[in-house]
């Protein structure tokens, strides 16, 4: 956004801009149609002096994005439109069972347009898959702990996302106050298992020792890729490995 903001500075031809992050802007009037909040998405609404300012000023900017300004987002120049939205003028959806498959065939629907000469800023609505961590919680040690699945999706959304705790007054406006985990703990997955959750009793508890990371959708995920491995459901192979160390014991104190 800040780069994005330094096109825009000092330029003659504009009266102001607003830059929202995170969501669109406010529908100030009633043939806008909102952005839904997302983090991924930022805009500036830019007012111009006149008419043929906001055409230079679209020119400029639309010359400067083919270029390469802002090649780290997807950027779009364009007016307000009157009636109904309409997103883009032409849409195709590609449905399939693989999302590979309808990922390559987009793809190819993509370079057909772009062949068009017709066709301006072809693009896809879903590009590149995103990484993500799925985390396989140990019940029974959640459990021993007092603490449910429930708690530790709210603790770890407070350590990473951050929740609001108050606001403060910044001249007319009003700036929430986040807490949450330093960058150092909560931006590198690599370290996710480092994080501590608080148990009932007040212990602090790393999240490593209830939970793994894991490349799985859900448990029940997991626990068939599991089976189909070692032959067994993690359940009975976390009760074959603790089976020989009950059994000394109870040898041992029969011995005693």
């Known amino acids: 956004m800040k780069k994005a903001e330094t096109l825009l500075k000092d330029d003659p031809d504009i009266s102001t801009y607003t830059a929202y992050v995170g969501q669109g802007s406010p529908r100030f009037w009633l043939g806008l149609n909102p952005q839904l909040p997302d983090e991924a998405f930022a805009e500036i609404v830019i007012l111009s002096k ?14 400067a ?8 987002a997807r950027v779009r120049v364009d007016r307000f439109n009157f009636g109904p939205p ?27 347009m772009r062949a068009n ?40 959304s407070m350590l990473i996302s951050g929740v609001p705790i108050t606001t403060v007054r910044d001249g007319i406006e009003k700036v929430a106050v986040v807490a949450r985990a330093v960058p150092e ?24 020792q209830i939970a793994l990371a894991a490349g799985f959708s859900d448990q029940s995920h997991f626990s068939r890729i599991f089976r189909r491995i070692a032959g067994t ?24």
Do not use: C, M
């Open 65 to 72: 994005v083919a270029d390469g300004a802002l090649s780290e």
């Open 86 to 112: 309409v997103g883009f003028p032409v849409q195709f959806r590609v449905i399939g069972p693989d999302a590979r498959k309808v990922r390559d065939i987009a793809y190819e629907v993509r370079e057909v």
């Open 50 to 63: 006149d008419v043929e300012a906001r055409e230079r000023i679209k020119a400029r900017l639309e010359k």
């Open 233 to 256: 459901t993690p359940a009975r192979f976390r009760q074959a490995l603790a089976s020989p160390v009950v059994i000394h014991l109870d040898a041992a104190r029969r011995i005693r």
């Open 117 to 156: 000469s017709q066709v301006i800023d072809p693009h896809l609505d879903w590009n590149e898959q995103a990484p993500f961590l799925k985390l396989v919680v140990d019940q029974d040690r959640v459990r021993a702990l007092g603490l449910t699945p429930q708690d530790i999706s709210q603790s770890l």
């Open 185 to 208: 703990e909560r931006l590198d997955l690599a370290h996710i298992g480092d994080l501590t959750l608080t148990a009932r009793n007040g212990v602090a508890v790393p999240l490593s």
